[in-house]
Structures are given as C-alpha cells and as structure tokens.
C-alpha cells in the first residue's frame, strides 16, 4: 500500500462526501492547482488507493427495504470448506458485504431483501445451498441511527 499524505487524505476525505465534483472544485477544495490534484488523483487510483467509484442508493427507494444482519459459523475450517464458502459469498448479489470476524462467528454479513418471504429465500436457496454452514444467526436491521462512507480524520495528520 502506499504512504499516504495529509493532502492525499484530504483529497480522499473530500471525494468521499462527493465523488461527482471536477477536479477544479477538488482542486479548489483541498487547496492545490489542478495540474498537481489531478496527478495526485490519478496516483490514488493507480495505487488501488481508492478502488473505485460508485453511488449511495436508498435500498428502500430500490426495492430492498430489508436489511439483515447473517452471523455464519462454518462447521469446519478446512481450507477447501473456507474456499468455498468464500467464493459463494462473492456472487450472491443479495450479499452486499461479508466480513471475516473473530468471536463466536466466523462471517458477518450485511444483506438486503424485499420482505421477509425474500430472506426466507435467500437463506433456503442461497445460504443452505452452500453446505459447511455450523450456524446461521441473523438480526434484522429496523432502523438507521449513522451510515457514512466518510474515513475519520487521523490523529497528527491536519486536513
């Protein structure tokens, strides 16, 4: 990974809260001249920095007013089960995140549905399919208290 500046930081930070600015107002923000916040810019993204760029979509407006909370334990640890398990999780697109975790689960995962009938579904179809699983234990998400994309600042480095 590359060592990253306050200004890199600062440029990160800033496209977090809008990716859909110019590089003039970036530039403007941050306070460089184009020429140099557009080199940085370029760096970030040839160095997997930032690895993309996307849109924040309200599930609810889309259809997916349902998201859950999936604690998965596997039943075994083998790498060929964990292998598995792991390529699975990639392709389900109902799976929006899956975490590798310590303590009693072995995968957190966040997922979003239409309604309950949908996540009955997902895990008859999707999850059970899958074989290995020890334990699944899920917790529906029934509201919102703070959802950001936005890294904190660092400690010692000025933005």
Do not use: W
């Amino acid at each position: 990974m590359p060592q990253l500046d306050a200004i890199d930081r600062k440029i990160i930070r800033t496209l977090q809260k809008n990716g859909r600015m110019t590089n003039l107002d970036l530039a403007a923000e941050v306070n460089l001249s184009p020429s140099p916040c557009l080199r940085r810019l370029r760096l970030l993204e040839q160095s997997k920095a930032i690895t993309g760029y996307s849109v924040d979509v309200d599930a609810r407006a889309y259809g997916l007013p349902v998201t859950v909370m999936v604690r998965i334990s596997l039943e075994k640890h083998t790498k060929d089960v964990v292998d598995h398990f792991e390529e699975q999780m990639k392709r389900i697109p109902e799976v929006l995140e899956c975490f590798v975790m310590t303590g009693l689960s072995d995968y957190m995962l966040r997922v979003v549905v239409s309604d309950l009938e949908g996540y009955e579904r997902f895990v008859r179809d999707r999850l059970q399919s899958i074989g290995g699983i020890g334990s699944i234990d899920s917790s529906f998400v029934y509201g919102v208290v703070k959802r950001t994309h936005v890294f904190p600042e660092i400690s010692g480095h000025n933005m």
